[in-house]
Nanobody
Framework: QVQLVESGGGLVQPGGSLRLSCAAS????????MGWSRQAPGKERELVAQ???????GYAGFVKGRFTISRDNAKNMVYLQMNNLNPEDTAVYFC??????????WGQGTQVTVSS
């Protein structure tokens, strides 16, 4: 059974930073493309970052230069370092696996709230 469990969310002031973690089980992240998606209230889910099996990364334009996705194959973990957060980044962030260009599995999500 594939499980993706996110942690690290919370309340942060604008300009602050958070590091999200995703613990994967039932799936080897070294053999799968992984990513982070988010959903803000009243909005559709949007993919914000992804990392391929060979380490190539891609980012949505609205987070490029601020967010960094990485993985630790030995720990079977995926991370999202988020810097210079703004209120528009407020959302539930989901760890996802990606198969042939589409999202395959979702975690339960972790809430990120950016507010002063």
């Amino acid at each position: 059974q594939v499980q993706l469990v996110e942690s690290g969310g919370g309340l942060v002031q604008p300009g602050g930073s958070l590091r999200l973690s995703c613990a994967a089980s039932g799936i080897a992240i070294r053999a799968n493309a992984m990513g982070w998606s988010r959903q803000a209230p009243g909005k559709e889910r949007e993919l914000v970052a992804q990392i391929g099996t060979v380490g190539t990364t891609g980012y949505a334009g609205f987070v490029k230069g601020r967010f960094t996705i990485s993985r630790d194959n030995a720990k079977n973990m995926v991370y999202l370092q988020m810097n210079n957060l703004n209120p528009e980044d407020t959302a539930v962030y989901f760890c996802v696996s990606i198969r042939e260009g589409s999202i395959d599995h979702w975690g339960q999500g972790t809430q990120v709230t950016v507010s002063s």
